[in-house]
């Protein structure tokens, strides 16, 4: 059972700085890409940024300049470091990771998962 966990959320004040990380157990494979999402109250999700395998990144005009996304492939865990945070910044966050396993019988499978979300309050 592949399973992503998030940790790291909190209460924030406006202008902090937050660090949250997921980790990916189970069995499986690879890790492909990997991605940080959230949802605000009565918004829906929306894309924070990813990271490829390789480290590239790419992130939502919204956090650019005060996201980092960063991952280590060893420990199978994607990091997701916020700074000048602002209310509006307050969400679940979630991870998602596309991740390949071994069906047997020679079959291959890549699924994208989820984390359960982690709360993130910045109060102004």
């Known amino acids: 059972q592949v399973q992503l966990v998030e940790s790291g959320g909190g209460l924030v004040q406006a202008g902090g700085s937050l660090r949250l990380s997921c980790a990916a157990s189970?069995?499986?494979?690879?890790?492909?890409?990997m991605g940080w999402y959230r949802q605000g109250p009565g918004k829906q999700r929306e894309l924070v940024g990813t990271i490829t395998s390789g480290s590239t990144v790419n992130y939502a005009d919204s956090v650019k300049g005060r996201a980092i996304i960063s991952r280590d492939n060893d420990k199978n865990m994607v990091y997701l470091e916020m700074s000048r945070l602002e209310p509006e910044d307050t969400a679940v966050y979630y991870c998602?990771?596309?991740?390949?396993?071994?069906?047997?019988?020679?079959?291959?499978?890549?699924?994208?998962?989820w984390g359960q979300g982690t709360q993130v309050t910045v109060s102004s």
């Open positions: 998602n990771a596309d991740i390949m396993t071994y069906r047997g019988s020679g079959r291959y499978e890549q699924k994208h998962y």
């Open positions: 189970g069995s499986f494979l690879r890790i492909n890409l």
